[in-house]
Nanobody
Framework: QVQLVESGGGLVQAGGSLRLSCAAS????????MGWFRQAPGKEREFLGV????????VYADSVRGRFTISRDNAKNTVYLQMNSLTPEDTAVYVC????????????????WGQGTQVTVSS
């Protein structure tokens, strides 16, 4: 029902910022709560945050709260992840996904996934 494509990743210096985009196809994009996850080498997939279909209320993981901000523009079928004060520990593949049911912090609660975009933070 939805296809997701992330972009905006790359190499950034520690302390810097990046803004990731997740572009969606499909006419029901605005009906989904949208989540961001990341997976670092040798680590499990980590929940970052989720935003309601209407925007506004957003839930963040403790590890990124205050540094990362999720927003969305339903007219553009796009959700964003603004990342500030980046550290090497933020190096990972970042993916967006559509929430459908269950726990919002678990990948099992999401159905459609993007292919991911690499973020590398140098020290």
């Amino acid at each position: 029902q939805v296809q997701l494509v992330e972009s905006g990743g790359g190499l950034v210096q520690a302390g810097g910022s990046l803004r990731l985009s997740c572009a969606a196809s499909g006419r029901t994009f605005s009906r989904y709560a949208m989540g961001w996850f990341r997976q670092a080498p040798g680590k499990e997939r980590e929940f970052l945050g989720v935003i309601r279909w209407s925007g506004g209320t957003t839930v963040y993981a403790d590890s990124v709260r205050g540094r990362f901000t999720i927003s969305r523009d339903n007219a553009k079928n796009t959700v964003y992840l603004q990342m500030n004060s980046l550290t090497p520990e933020d190096t990972a593949v970042y993916v967006c996904a559509t929430y459908y049911s269950g726990t919002y912090y678990s990948p099992e609660g999401y159905d459609y996934w993007g292919q991911g975009t690499q973020v590398t933070v140098s020290s």
